[in-house]
T-cell receptor, first 110, second 115 residues
Framework: EDQVTQSPEALRLQEGESSSLNCSYT??????LFWYRQDPGKGPEFLFT???AGEEKEKERLKATLTKKESFLHITAPKPEDSATYLC???????????FGKGTKLTVNP | DGGITQSPKYLFRKEGQNVTLSCEQN?????MYWYRQDPGQGLRLIYY???????QKGDIAEGYSVSREKKESFPLTVTSAQKNPTAFYLC??????????????FGAGTRLSVL
């Protein structure tokens, strides 16, 4: 069964304290891995998609990387406005469905 | 502005009542999706549609129904058969074809509560 596991469930950082979020997956025939940001009471906002091992994408303080078994979302010198839940998802093998992890809730304190 | 519009933002359902959640997109996307989000759980797929007048059940379709009469619209009805409807409902859409890159874009969500 295709699965996506995100860790940690919650992460508290001080402003400027860099860290990484993890997304491990098991899926047959990876057709992309997606990162979303979700603010409370809002819909997920697309951040990145990665398609092959070794690929990296960057946006402001965020950098996503991909290996054959997991992806990392690195947050460099975070600010309080980076506080959100970060979701990871992969397409289920051979179908239209996206399998989502439960998310990592990031809190950045000033 | 192009995007996905969900309405209403908040909805209350009485016992035995059917309620319909609206989802409209002006992105010219072919595929549309409905997800349910509960605290501590990942998004779960309710229904999806890749083309007008056609749709498929997702993982938790029981107690829900959909229609796709227009490309832009994919309403979700939560029927009285859904015994635990309280959740955050998200609509998404995706362009098809090699340029679309499989990316699903989401609306702002509808929070449904039971009175």
């Amino acid at each position: 069964e295709d699965q996506v596991t995100q860790s940690p469930e919650a992460l508290r950082l001080q402003e400027g304290e860099s860290s990484s979020l993890n997304c491990s997956y098991t899926v047959s025939g990876l057709r992309g891995l997606f990162w979303y940001r979700q603010d409370p009471g809002k819909g997920p906002e697309f951040l990145f998609t990665l398609y092959s091992a070794g690929e990296e994408k960057e946006k402001e303080r965020l950098k996503a990387t991909l290996t054959k078994k997991e992806s990392f979302l690195h947050i460099t010198a975070p600010k309080p406005e980076d506080s959100a839940t970060y979701l990871c998802a992969v397409p289920q093998g051979g179908s239209e469905k996206l399998v989502f992890g439960k998310g990592t809730k990031l809190t950045v304190n000033p | 502005d192009g995007g996905i519009t969900q309405s209403p933002k908040y909805l209350f359902r009485k016992e035995g009542q059917n309620v319909t959640l609206s989802c409209e997109q002006n992105l010219n996307h072919d595929a549309m999706y409905w997800y349910r989000q509960d605290p501590g759980q990942g998004l779960r797929l309710i229904y999806y549609s890749q083309i007008v007048n056609d749709f498929q059940k997702g993982d938790i379709a029981e107690g829900y129904s959909v229609s796709r009469e227009k490309k832009e619209s994919f309403p979700l009805t939560v029927t009285s058969a859904q015994k635990n409807p309280t959740a955050f409902y998200l609509c998404a859409s995706r362009g098809l074809g090699s340029g679309a890159k499989n990316i699903q874009y989401f609306g702002a969500g509808t929070r449904l509560s039971v009175l």
